[in-house]
């Protein structure tokens, strides 16, 4: 949430994430490894923790961040 109390797009997904994957009882580990079985790899346990807490903010691009490599 941002000071306002509206929430933002990043806090949006952060929440959904969270939601779906305490419903289906997963740990970040276990959502790391689907992630990876689904061929996102760069989704790591760093990336979930990040992004759950607001760290991270969630990029609608599906790129990667600015001076990355692809």
């Known amino acids: 949430m941002t000071d306002s109390g ?4 990043s806090d949006v997904v952060a929440d959904a994430v969270r939601r779906w994957r ?12 689907r992630c990876a079985e689904l061929g996102a790899a ?5 990336v979930i923790w990040n992004l759950e ?11 990667r961040r600015s001076g990355e490599e692809h």
């Open 6 to 9: 509206a929430s933002t797009f």
């Open 22 to 33: 305490k419903a289906r009882e997963l740990t970040v580990e276990a959502l790391v490894e």
């Open 42 to 46: 760069h989704v790591t346990t760093n």
């Open 53 to 63: 807490s607001g760290r991270r903010r969630a990029d609608v691009r599906g790129g």
